[in-house]
């Protein structure tokens, strides 16, 4: 008898934790879903920004340590717009690189992207913090903007010719790109914005 009670109070307390675990489980999609909606839009157009960089860069990191920097010239020339399209695609959203000294000429920045550039490079040089510029496009959605930073990864390609981009980097930037302007750069500057075009979420 002791030994049935015993077994039976077992049972009642593993019932209790299972039906009270149920209870604080949300799913993970719906808890994602709520988070979005509270987030504003400059921190919204920032998360998306900002995945598809880390996308971006852990590919060609990848391309780096296996192959070196020349084949990561290679990467950029063929897979730079299929990952980030494919990003915008799984993000729901339209995102774009655009620059003002561009290596692809299907990155080059308009009349209003480059004022926007210069905007950013002013904030940067005058020492403020750059906040992310968005404009409404209408009702329901918006337009984020955001620059790109150069880190020292990126002098590889886009420093200094023969003291940050050696030699057969520089040939091979030449052969796949030959009115490549994006050279030059050092550490902290703008190279370009990010540019996304999203639903508003601020309705």
């Keep these: 008898m002791k030994k049935y009670l015993k077994h039976s109070i077992f049972l009642f307390t593993i019932i209790t934790v299972v039906i009270g675990c149920k209870k604080e489980i949300k799913p993970a999609k719906v808890v994602e879903k709520k988070s979005i909606e509270k987030m504003s839009n400059a921190d919204l157009g920032l998360k998306y920004a ?14 780096i340590q296996n192959k070196g920097t020349e084949e990561a010239v290679t990467f950029c020339n063929v897979r730079a717009f299929t990952l980030t399209d494919s990003m ?18 299907n990155n080059e920045a308009n009349m209003k ?12 040089a005058s020492g403020k913090k750059m906040a992310p510029i968005i404009e409404s ?32 980097v520089l040939k091979k930037i030449t052969d796949l790109y030959p009115t490549d302007q994006a050279i030059g750069y050092s550490e902290n500057q703008v190279r370009g914005i990010w540019s996304v075009t999203m639903k508003n979420h601020e309705n």
């Design 88 to 105: 915008a695609v799984v993000q729901k959203v339209n995102i774009k690189r655009v620059s003002d000294k561009p290596r692809n000429s």
């Design 113 to 124: 992207e480059l004022n926007l550039i210069a905007t950013f490079k002013n904030d940067l």
């Design 137 to 168: 496009l209408d009702k329901d959605s918006i337009q984020f903007y955001y620059p790109i930073l150069t880190k020292k990864m990126c002098l590889q390609c886009h420093g200094v010719p023969n003291k940050d981009i050696k030699p057969a």
């Design 50 to 63: 900002m995945t598809t960089k880390a996308q971006l860069g852990k590919n060609l990191m990848g391309s």
